[in-house]
């Protein structure tokens, strides 16, 4: 005998109009704005790393002929990681904000009929 979720799950397979799922608006609303936040962060951060380039006029930051030529430096290393960091967070909070984004379209839309 299915007990718990495994038979909720069976139950709305067979009959998909009884699945109500919640959407966890106000979550992710947390969410992408802890993303903003930590974004916002890592691109300061990778201005003080533009900034140290400049400095040092390593052109590691014009050059990507340069960042694999010094690939085995310890700063290079870092400032590749934090990119790579960068993108996973980017790609994140693309993702979630498209959502919002056409949630505000969908009442803006709503509002001005």
């Not at 980017?90 to 803006?108: Q, V």
Request: net charge neutral; hydrophobic share 40%; proline share 1%.
């Amino acid at each position: 005998m299915m007990k718990g979720y495994e038979q909720l799950g069976l139950l709305t397979t067979e009959n998909p109009e009884l699945l109500i799922l919640r959407r966890f608006d106000r979550l992710s609303a947390r969410v992408l704005l802890r993303l903003q936040a930590e974004l916002l962060y890592l691109e300061q951060e990778l201005d003080v790393f533009i900034g140290e380039d400049e400095k040092e006029d390593q052109e590691l930051s014009t050059s990507w002929g340069k960042v694999r030529g010094a690939a085995g430096h310890d700063q290079v290393v870092m400032h590749l990681d934090k990119y790579a960091e960068v993108e996973r967070k980017l790609k994140t909070y693309r993702r979630l904000s498209r959502f919002f984004l056409m949630k505000l379209a969908i009442l803006l839309t709503d509002t001005n009929r």
